[in-house]
């Protein structure tokens, strides 16, 4: 079955500090993307970065960072330096497919609260 | 600004109305999608197509129909809407596998 998991529906972090969002996912296609995305209270998605199922390095963008571990399956989320803006849910996400379409499998999201 | 623009922003339908959510973007993707996010379980895709003329099947088609009238517009319509209807939906665009979504701002849809 193909899914993506994140336990954490809840985390504080304190202002200027790092914090570690949890994503697991299930899939047994070679070839996939995993996404993180934020979604502020005003309801939009923001696209945060991207990391491919064949790709060595670790994604990186900004203070946002992609800890990929592809024995594991996981594909946590590391904000460095939290700012108060980044105050907002998370989501996840596993892209498959082929023919140059990805589809989404999205995880159920962590809220995420950064303290002043 | 560029990007994926949707209409309209909120919409009240009683049981059994029906609508159409719309969709426009202007980055020139082949992709685009539709999906529904209701609370504590994410976004879950209803249609999708990869490209001009063809759409496909999600998660969660039941209940709705899409059209994709050309590379720019994807609608989505509720022919008879349901209380189980009642979501948050947003239309997104990609470039292609490796690129991430651009979303519009959503349409909060209540049924009553």
């Known amino acids: 079955a193909q899914k993506i998991t994140q336990t954490q529906p809840g985390m504080f972090v304190q202002e200027k500090e790092a914090v570690t969002l949890d994503c697991t996912y299930d899939?047994?296609?070679?070839?996939?993307?995993l996404f993180w995305y934020k979604q502020p209270s005003s309801g939009e998605m923001i696209f945060l970065i991207y990391?491919?199922?064949?790709?060595?390095q670790n994604a990186t963008e900004g203070r946002y960072s992609l800890n990929f571990q592809k024995a594991r399956k996981s594909a946590n989320l590391v904000i460095s330096a939290s700012q108060l803006g980044d105050s907002a849910m998370y989501f996840c996400?596993?892209?498959?497919?082929?023919?140059?379409?990805?589809?989404?499998?999205f995880g159920t999201g962590t809220r995420l609260k950064v303290l002043a | 600004n560029a990007g994926v623009t949707q209409t309209p922003k909120f919409q009240v339908l009683k049981t059994g109305q029906s609508m159409t959510l719309q969709c426009a973007q202007d980055m020139n993707h082949n992709s685009m999608y539709w999906y529904r996010q209701d609370p504590g379980m994410g976004l879950r895709l209803i249609y999708y197509s990869a490209s001009e003329g063809t759409t496909d099947k999600g998660e969660v088609p039941n209940g709705y129909n899409v059209s994709r009238l050309n590379k720019r517009e994807f609608s989505l319509r509720l022919e008879s809407a349901a209380p189980s209807q009642t979501s948050v939906y947003f239309c997104?665009?990609?470039?292609?596998?490796?690129?991430?979504?651009?979303f519009g701002s959503g349409t909060r849809l209540t049924v009553v």
């Open positions: 990391q491919g199922s064949y790709d060595q």
């Open positions: 997104a665009s990609s470039e292609g596998v490796g690129y991430g979504y651009t």
């Open positions: 899939t047994s296609d070679p070839s996939y993307g």
């Open positions: 996400a596993m892209g498959l497919g082929a023919s140059g379409t990805y589809k989404y499998i």
